[in-house]
């Protein structure tokens, strides 16, 4: 009897030998998967709050026609790249450059503050078995449309 789990103490390393590699795999994928939810969140933040700045500043007078000027863009990109319209600091989003946003009238009273933000994976380098590697970043795409008040 005493035999028998020595052996079995064997096999239940060897089991768990065969499946740390997909464990790993899954643990690795779930802290992915979270930053780049937590990446795509910052992105929609900014841009909301940079088309609460263009919107509050882009009516012409009483007319509702919407007036977008290169100062207004430029600051604009800058709120949303950098937290301040100064352009200064550090981008909000490791990667992320005001030549990324698009502001630009929507609808009629309406803006449209856009951005493209090149996401690179945390285990850029992955290898997947001998099928080759994630090395490719892809693109998180996000728009936010407001009226202009």
Not at 87 to 96: A, H, I, K, R, V
């Amino acid at each position: 009897m005493k035999g028998v789990r020595h052996n079995q103490a064997g096999i239940t390393i060897i089991e768990f030998l065969i499946v740390l590699p997909i464990l790993m795999m899954l643990i690795m994928a779930t802290a992915e998967f979270g930053r780049a939810f937590v990446q795509y969140n910052a992105l929609t933040k900014t841009l909301r709050d940079g088309a609460r700045y263009v919107g509050s500043r882009a009516l012409n007078g009483t007319t509702g026609v919407v007036v977008i000027n290169s100062s207004l863009q430029s600051q604009t990109r800058n709120l949303v790249v950098y937290g301040n319209i100064a352009g200064s600091g550090t981008p909000l989003l490791p990667g992320l450059v005001p030549g990324n946003v698009s502001v630009t009238g929507g609808a009629p009273g309406a803006v449209v503050v856009a951005a493209t933000y090149a996401y690179t994976p945390i285990f850029a380098s992955l290898p997947l078995f001998q099928f080759g590697s994630v090395t490719t970043p892809f693109s998180l795409q996000a728009a936010v449309t407001m009226r202009a008040l």
